[in-house]
């Protein structure tokens, strides 16, 4: 079996890698980079390591030479991702694969999403599905690597300000989510299957100040406000109308309960309960 992994250097790529390396050698993982000097470091480890990204039809080609499988890890929003993710899909169908497998959003409903980011991951879903090609759909939670982003490393001194309400978030960690991933692709390939990945249990952000207060001692409160305040507070703190749009469209998603969902396939697929709230943010945090 030959896996093709891109988004190998990322969090959630590296976290798949380290999982599938337990069961089968690096020669049997090619990886896609943008970056030679990684190219270099993965060949040197043994991997089966290609130069190009999804925009180069070329270079996809070129690396799904003798794969069975391709995971596909959703593009960044900075290029035209829908078409990126096609490219992906098209050069899988060329190559003859036995599969693909795609890492989108864990949401309640496609079709009342304020984020239009997200919409890319629903439009991906249905690409791969008309292309005729096997497929598995991994539906991810928000990380719950992400809450320090969300809420500020000076969180202890400024408490929790966002515009989510009392919305609720079913976290995961990264890690897991990649563990997941990889047993999957090992142990069943691709077989038309959707998976929602998502945390034991769905928490707010005054569940996440709590949590935060009987772990460090420190008070930490939260402060629910509307969006046109929220995106006033983060415009006078310099951050970009485009990232500002981002963060209160997400916000509104959470509170609007999209990010709820609470499914036990992630605790199935890894064997044991996925880390919880209190867990995670003591390491995140280093508490």
Avoid: W
Avoid at 89 to 115: C, F
Avoid at 196 to 208: E, L, P, V
Avoid at 233 to 245: F, S, T
């Amino acid at each position: 079996m030959q896996i093709l992994v891109t988004g190998a250097t990322g969090s959630l790529g590296s976290a798949v890698i380290e999982t599938l390396l337990k069961r089968i050698p690096a020669s049997s993982i090619a990886i896609l980079t943008r970056n030679e000097e990684k190219r270099f470091s993965f060949q040197a480890r043994g991997f089966l390591a290609y130069l190009g990204d999804f925009d180069d039809i070329p270079s996809l080609d070129n690396a799904m030479k003798e794969v069975e499988m391709v995971l596909l890890i959703s593009a960044g929003d900075e290029g035209d991702r829908m078409q990126q993710h096609r490219n992906v899909v098209d050069a899988a169908k060329r190559a003859g694969v036995s599969g693909i497998a795609y890492t989108s959003r864990a949401l309640r409903d496609q079709d009342t999403l304020s984020n239009p980011l997200m919409a890319d991951h629903f439009a991906t879903e249905d690409y791969i599905r008309k292309s005729g090609l096997r497929y598995t759909i991994f539906r991810n939670a928000l990380y719950m690597d992400a809450i320090p982003l969300f809420v500020g490393r000076q969180v202890f001194q400024t408490g929790i300000i966002q515009s989510a309400g009392m919305g609720k978030v079913a976290f995961a960690l990264r890690k897991e989510m990649g563990e997941a991933i990889a047993k999957i692709m090992l142990n069943e390939g691709c077989q038309n299957k959707t998976y929602k990945f998502t945390g034991g249990m769905a928490y707010s952000f005054d569940d996440i100040a709590h949590a935060l207060t009987d772990l460090s001692g420190i008070e930490v409160s939260y402060t629910p406000v509307e969006s046109p305040a929220f995106e006033a507070i983060l415009i006078k703190k310099g951050i970009p109308a485009a990232v500002v749009k981002k963060i209160t469209d997400f916000n509104t998603d959470i509170r609007n309960g999209q990010e709820s969902e609470v499914t036990d396939d992630l605790a199935r697929t890894i064997g044991r309960p996925p880390v919880s709230l209190r867990e995670g943010l003591k390491a995140l945090f280093g508490l």
